[in-house]
Structure formats: C-alpha cells, structure tokens
C-alpha cells in the first residue's frame, strides 16, 4: 500500500466537509451581497414561518381538521337525544359544535326567547371568527410587501450599477454592469421566493376560514329548524 493510499480515507471525510461550509459561507456570501433589503425579506420570512406555525398549532387546538363531529352531534339531536349531542359537542374545541351546544341549551330553556339566544350566538360566532382570522393581517402584509421590496432592492441595486459604470468612464468593463445587475437581480429573487408560498398558504388559512364559517351558520341553524327536517 502506498503513502497516498493511506491518506485518502482520512482525508476525504476533511474535503467533505469543506465542500459543505464552502457552499454555505457561499451562500451566505450571496445573501449579504443583496443588502439591508435582503436581510429584512429573511427577516420577514422568519416571521411568516413562525406565524404560520402558531396558525396550525390554533387550528389543531380548535379541532378545526377533524370531521363528522358536527354531523354525529346533529344526528343525536334529530334523534332525541338531546342531552347526549350536547355532551357530544362538548367534548370537543370546534367553533361549530361548541355554538351547537349553546344553541341546544338555549333552545330548551323557557326564561330565554329565541332572539336573546341567537344574539348570543352570534356574539359567540363573531369572537371565534376573530379567532381565526388572528395574525392574518401580518401574513397578508408579508405577502403583499415581500415582492415590493425585492423590486425597490433591485432598483436600489440599478442605480449603483449605473453610478459605478459611469464613475469608470472609457474604462468601462463588462463585468461591473453585470455584477452589479445580478446583485441587484437576487433581491427580486428572493422577494418572490418570500411572497409565493405566503400568498398561498394565507389562500388555504383564509379557505378554512370561509369553510368553518359556513359550517358554524349551518349548524346554529339546523338547530333551530330540526322539526322541520324530521
């Protein structure tokens, strides 16, 4: 075995890893390169992960995923058994059944007329909504703001290109104007590459969103109306 033989095992492992921290400090190069505006966009997409994070944590909490509850508790009712599809509906966090169960316990108490009943859930309804449509707003903003910065960062980026190509004179080099549009480019990349998978995941929260309210006002009213639907 030769001298060198014995030290390649040792040493690719070594050229392994200095591969690894040469693409990173590369990247990190790259990000640095686009400026304060880049530096605010990472900062902006760290908050839009964390937010989106929370958003599911609340949705899982509120049993917002889970299925035929509303139906089960619905079928206990329509059958008679009242006390039963309230414990039902009790047992669970989802705006839509818990409002059922009020709507059950109101229905049966004569000292409550049917309006003071559906004021309150209404009132009810109103502050689950408010539920769920909490730190929307700041996803939103990301959304909407995360591609405007990247094009403001790429201006930014134009016009030091431009003052550096005019500042070298006859001595103009290709390179200069072509760093400097590619720098200014990576702010727009990374705006977008913020914004697409914000816009689309405030899309699918405002979805379930719109879902959980329809289902809140069908329940509340196939309360009121299950004679009708016997």
């Known amino acids: 075995m030769s001298a060198s033989d014995s030290v390649n095992p040792s040493i690719e492992p070594l050229a392994a890893t200095s591969e690894l921290s040469v693409d990173s400090s590369g990247l990190i190069d790259t990000l640095i390169m686009g400026g304060p505006v880049v530096t605010l966009l990472v900062v902006m997409s760290v908050a839009a992960l964390a937010i989106v994070m929370l958003k599911l944590w609340q949705y899982h909490r509120l049993q917002l995923f889970s299925r035929n509850v509303v139906g089960d508790v619905l079928q206990s009712y329509r059958d008679g058994d009242v006390e039963g599809a309230i414990r039902q509906a009790e047992q669970t966090s989802q705006p839509p059944a818990r409002l059922m169960a009020l ?3 109101g229905a049966n108490r004569e000292d409550l007329s049917p309006n003071a009943v559906r004021e309150e859930l209404a009132r009810l309804g109103a502050e689950y909504l408010a539920l769920l449509r909490s730190y929307m707003r700041p996803l939103e903003v990301i959304a909407a703001l995360a591609p405007l910065l990247g094009l403001f960062g790429t201006v930014l980026g134009m016009i030091k290109a431009f003052q550096a190509l005019q500042t070298a004179g ?3 080099d290709p390179s200069i104007l072509a760093g400097g549009i590619w720098e ?9 590459a913020v914004a697409m998978p914000v816009v689309a995941i405030v899309n699918w929260l405002e979805g379930r969103i ?3 309210t329809t289902a809140m006002e069908s329940a509340v009213t196939q309360i009121f109306t299950a004679d009708l639907s016997r």
């Open 103 to 105: 709507a059950m316990r």
């Open 170 to 172: 006859s001595r103009v």
């Open 184 to 192: 200014a480019l990576l702010t727009t990349a990374v705006g977008l």
């Open 210 to 212: 719109e879902r959980n």
